[in-house]
């Protein structure tokens, strides 16, 4: 079997094979709620033969959205829209996740396709989408043209972290197995451990120590709310590619702290961290994240994810066997084809007979391959 598909295990939960689908928004819900977009997007994953599917982020305050149309668990009415889809995955043999997350200065944004810019009157003049104001660790806007937010006081962090907390608990009513904390590209948790964007003098700021407070604290009251035989995972932009910034070996302290604060994995990506200052140039090519991932699972005893740019099955493959991750993470590949995970068990073992696709696919291919070999033709 290839180490892709081999089964692995965090805590009392087992994932069927190696394979992730990374949270990915799509703007597409209403006061936070999920609805069939989402049950329909998620769900042809779980089809595809993934054995983890995530959830989009998930902002744990109203004001902690990204867009207008971010999911939300602030509120218990949106347990319920989310636990049809939870127990869909659930009854497939795949895992339910969710990533948490609070957008701090990101917040209040247009989507993507309207312009990924702050929301202004045109929005609600065109779409009814007022804008809202944004919190942050320090008083730095995200970049040129972007409000200045709030800097939070001692009460707005303690009400944010105890508002993870509730999310989580109203996660395990919704049905997910797993929590994964939005901490990168430039989202509160990362604004909070990055110099960049912390400039506090208190103790929530200064120090490296204290700039991984607040994630450590976030992990601790999760842990409180979360039951201790499902896993905690949190996704780190393991390096800001700025001199200025976080470092691969900042970041490999930063998964120590999150151990021991009850953190059983890290998602290993980069960037997003915003600002004036202009990062240095990536080497974008396939796997150019997964030296991280290699990296922190060896300095810092911990399970990792790798995440970006991956697509190649053999690749991915190889990643595992070589124990370079501990899972792999796709997203866009897979929007491009959710049956991504089955064509790889084709490509890196076999399987003529569609075995390891559902049944109620399966068959009628496995069907159309013979009848094709039959005739002599080739499948398209």
């Known amino acids: 079997m290839p180490a892709l598909f081999s089964s692995?295990?965090?805590?009392?939960?087992?994932?069927?094979?190696?394979?992730a689908i990374s949270p990915m928004s799509q703007y597409r819900a209403r006061d936070g709620c999920a609805n069939d977009w989402h049950l329909v997007h998620l769900g042809r994953f779980v089809m595809g033969g993934a054995a983890l599917v995530y959830a989009e982020a998930t902002a744990v305050t109203r004001d902690g959205r990204r867009t207008p149309g971010d999911l939300g668990l602030w509120d218990d009415s949106?347990?319920?829209?989310?636990?049809?889809?939870?127990?869909f995955i659930t009854r497939e043999g795949a895992v339910p996740g969710i990533q948490l997350s609070h957008a701090g200065r990101k917040a209040s944004e247009r989507r993507p396709w309207h312009g990924e810019t702050p929301l202004d009157e045109e929005d609600a003049h065109k779409r009814k989408e007022d804008a809202w104001p944004a919190?942050?660790?320090?008083?730095l806007p995200y970049a040129d043209g972007w409000p200045t937010p709030r800097e939070m006081t001692e009460n707005d962090i303690?009400?944010?972290?105890?508002?993870?907390?509730a999310a989580a608990g109203r996660a395990r009513l919704a049905g997910c197995k797993?929590?994964?904390?939005?901490?990168a590209h430039g989202f509160l948790v990362h604004q909070f451990l990055s110099p960049i964007t912390n400039q506090r003098c208190d103790e929530w700021g200064g120090?490296?120590?204290?700039?991984?407070?607040?994630?450590?604290?976030?992990?601790?009251?999760?842990?409180?709310?979360?039951?201790?035989?499902?896993?905690?995972?949190?996704?780190?932009?393991?390096?800001?590619?700025?001199?200025?910034?976080?470092?691969?070996?900042?970041?490999?302290?930063?998964?120590?702290?999150?151990?021991?604060?009850?953190?059983?994995?890290?998602?290993?990506?980069?960037g997003g961290i915003g600002g004036k200052e202009r990062p240095q140039r990536m080497s974008i090519a396939q796997g150019f994240q997964v030296p991280f991932a290699t990296q922190i699972r060896a300095k810092a005893d911990i399970p990792t994810m790798?995440?970006?740019?991956?697509?190649?099955?053999?690749?991915?493959?190889?990643?595992?066997?070589?124990?370079?991750?501990?899972?792999i993470a796709l997203g866009r590949e897979l929007l491009d084809d959710p049956n991504w995970p089955l064509h790889c068990v084709t490509q890196l073992e076999g399987d003529a007979d569609h075995a390891r696709w559902p049944i109620e696919a399966g068959w009628w291919l496995m069907k159309r391959d013979r009848l094709l070999s039959k005739l002599g033709l080739r499948s398209g």
């Open 8 to 19: 692995f295990r965090l805590r009392n939960v087992t994932f069927k094979n190696r394979i």
């Open 158 to 165: 303690e009400s944010v972290i105890t508002a993870f907390g």
């Open 306 to 327: 790798a995440v970006g740019f991956l697509w190649d099955s053999k690749i991915c493959d190889a990643v595992i066997e070589r124990g370079d991750a501990d899972m």
């Open 135 to 139: 919190i942050a660790p320090s008083a």
């Open 207 to 270: 120090s490296a120590e204290n700039r991984m407070r607040f994630a450590v604290e976030v992990a601790r009251e999760i842990r409180r709310n979360w039951p201790e035989d499902l896993p905690l995972a949190f996704r780190l932009s393991a390096t800001d590619w700025l001199e200025s910034g976080l470092t691969v070996e900042d970041t490999v302290e930063i998964a120590k702290a999150l151990r021991s604060a009850g953190v059983d994995l890290i998602d290993c990506s980069s």
């Open 178 to 183: 797993m929590i994964e904390v939005y901490a």
């Open 78 to 87: 949106q347990i319920e829209p989310l636990r049809r889809i939870s127990d």
